[in-house]
């Protein structure tokens, strides 16, 4: 490890002390049932998080919503700091997994690896954002006031959280997203000692399309009826079709549905379309070209609306975003662990703040892997470093702007 000041070595050693606790931490939130759409859940993992924080000096705001989970925020000021627009951690601890995922499959920690629902994705990040911002209260030693959210809607577009995030960025200086990191390509944990954060996200468009059509009995009235599920059928080549590699777009259709019963022309019918793009210029482009396919009639007397029922934004590389990963690849290097960026399809609230104009870097968590399945997994070995160099870079960016 390359030399730190007295207060970056205060509070890296401070974190470097509480490993035992942050296993307590994680443990506790993964087995906490926390489904996006059970707000009751979501709420109880909120309220995990809260908790936490109230304990180690932080002061907390909970932002309700009657839908969906309240957002949580917390802050630790700073009245001396010559810029007072706070350093932003930001984390979602809503999973997609169904109702009861944690009793059927509770955190288990098995041959150096943690598992359970949401473990990598994302309540370790939120986990180690807890901690760093308690280090920061025992400690001192950061030239900023901090600002940790952590909201309760990202596996489905953020549809409450988005215009808190929005609102939360405008007035950060910087924002680190603890989404898991991952591995390079064909190393090892722990060996190699490297890990891969996120340089840029895909924005994504996820709509709706409802066909109506008109019903006749198929045997006895074939012609007189307009079928939704024809019209639908003959659409759905177009919209992939709609794909382009090379620029990065792509289209879709995730889910199907419709109709009455086999013996009737079906008067209605349903699909869901995930549409992925690389640039904000993209996006207005592609979403019409998706509504002039769904709204012209293949079948004639058929009908189609479009609808958007979640969004993400493009995150996109800035000079600004740029400085940020040096920075933190800097603080790594300080603890010996190389860092490297990677471009992925995925997307994160980390598009939200980044479009705000505001330096967003993303995947700053522990390293895991196989998100959204049963075999997600977390490195345990990588929690207490990935605390370490978070902290360290969260103290720099704030000493540069300083």
Not at 269 to 274: K, P
């Amino acid at each position: 490890m390359s030399a730190l000041t007295p207060e970056e070595k205060k509070v890296t050693e401070w974190l470097a002390s509480r490993k035992e606790g942050m296993v307590a931490l994680l443990r506790e939130l993964v087995d906490t049932d926390s489904g996006s759409y059970d707000k009751a859940g979501v709420d109880r993992a909120g309220d995990v998080v809260a908790r936490f924080h109230k304990a180690n000096g932080l002061d907390v705001e909970i932002v309700p919503d009657s839908r969906f989970g309240d957002a949580v925020r917390a802050r630790l000021p700073n009245p001396t700091a010559n810029d007072q627009r706070p350093v932003m951690l930001l984390g979602h601890r809503d999973t997609v997994f169904p109702q009861g995922e944690p009793t059927r499959r509770p955190f288990t920690i098995k041959g150096g690896r943690a598992y359970g629902p949401g473990v990598a994705d994302m309540k370790a990040g939120v986990m180690i954002s807890a901690f760093v911002a308690a280090a920061f209260a025992e400690c001192g030693g950061l030239a900023a006031p901090l600002l940790m959210l952590t909201t309760s809607d990202e596996e489905i577009g953020s549809p409450s959280s988005r215009p808190v995030i929005e609102a939360a960025a405008r007035e950060s200086r910087c924002v680190f997203n603890a989404e898991p990191s991952r591995l390079p390509a064909g190393t090892e944990f722990a060996r190699d000692q490297k890990q891969s954060v996120t340089s840029g996200r895909k924005g994504g468009v996820f709509m709706r399309a409802e066909f109506t059509g008109k019903p006749a009995h198929s045997g006895a009235n074939y012609e007189k009826g307009a079928s939704a599920i024809v019209d639908l059928g003959h659409k759905i080549p177009k919209l992939q079709g709609l794909t382009d590699l090379e620029k990065g777009i792509t289209v879709n259709v995730g889910l199907i549905g419709g109709g009455q019963t086999v013996n009737t022309i079906a008067p209605s019918a349903w699909c869901e379309i995930d549409l992925r793009y690389v640039t904000a210029a993209q996006r207005d482009e592609m979403v019409g070209k998706i509504k002039a396919i769904i709204e012209k009639p293949e079948v004639a007397g058929t009908s189609a609306v479009l609808s958007i029922k979640g969004e993400f934004l493009p995150l996109e590389r800035s000079s600004d975003s740029a400085a940020l990963y040096d920075t933190y690849r800097e603080a790594a290097s300080a603890f010996g662990i190389g860092v490297t960026a990677e471009f992925t399809g995925g997307c994160a609230d980390s598009g939200f703040t980044a479009a705000q104009g505001t330096p967003t870097l993303c995947s700053v968590g522990p390293i895991g892997g196989m998100a959204h399945t049963p075999d997600e997994f977390l490195e345990v070995e990588s929690i207490v470093p990935a605390a370490q160099v978070l902290a360290l870079a969260v103290m720099r960016a704030a000493a540069k702007v300083e």
